[in-house]
């Protein structure tokens, strides 16, 4: 991660304009986040917790939904939403689902340090509320005519 954080600090600048800032804010509080984590909770980032309790799969979970906001619409991933608005719904969807799915990977991370049981609540909990919250907020913003 610290590797990845140096990169995107010193991208050429032939990359770095098509990296937009908002990614590069992500990607240091990506890096602040589980810097603070190693200075707090350093049995975290044991072998035991990543290997027993596969605290590496939040890991993996948080860091996929630091870019997705920033990808353009596709079939592939979020909701597919239809309607003249759908191309603003959608990244606004896509924007909450990614900010919850960083949240739910980082305490995944955390709380998967002390057990597998409660990494696997916090995941589950954590996919139900991805679920639930994205198609909600989908609903109020169809609702709305946003």
């Known amino acids: 991660m610290t590797i990845g954080y140096g990169l995107s600090l010193n991208l050429?600048?032939?990359?770095?304009?098509k990296v937009s800032a908002g990614l590069k804010a992500d990607l240091q509080l990506?890096?602040?986040?589980?810097?603070?984590?190693?200075?707090?909770?350093?049995?975290?980032?044991?072998?035991?917790?990543?290997?027993?309790?596969?605290?590496?799969?939040?890991?993996?979970?948080?860091l996929i939904g630091l870019p997705v906001p920033y990808l353009?619409?596709?079939p592939v991933w979020g909701l597919q939403i239809a309607g003249p608005l759908?191309?603003?719904?959608?990244?606004?969807?896509?924007t909450l689902g990614a900010r919850?799915?960083?949240?739910?990977?980082?305490?995944?991370?955390?709380?998967?340090?002390?057990?597998?049981?409660?990494?696997?609540?916090?995941?589950?909990?954590?996919?139900?509320?991805l679920?639930?919250?994205?198609g909600y907020y989908w609903h109020e913003l169809t609702k709305r005519g946003n």
Do not use: C, M
Not at 131 to 134: M, Q
């Open 131 to 134: 679920i639930v919250g994205t």
């Open 72 to 74: 353009p619409r596709n």
């Open 30 to 62: 990506a890096f602040l986040v589980y810097a603070s984590l190693l200075l707090v909770l350093p049995e975290a980032f044991s072998s035991v917790a990543i290997n027993d309790h596969y605290t590496a799969i939040g890991v993996l979970l948080s």
């Open 100 to 129: 919850i799915l960083f949240l739910t990977g980082s305490l995944s991370f955390v709380l998967g340090a002390s057990s597998l049981f409660n990494f696997l609540w916090s995941l589950s909990a954590g996919l139900v509320g």
């Open 12 to 17: 050429p600048k032939s990359v770095a304009d």
């Open 86 to 94: 759908a191309r603003k719904n959608w990244q606004l969807v896509t």
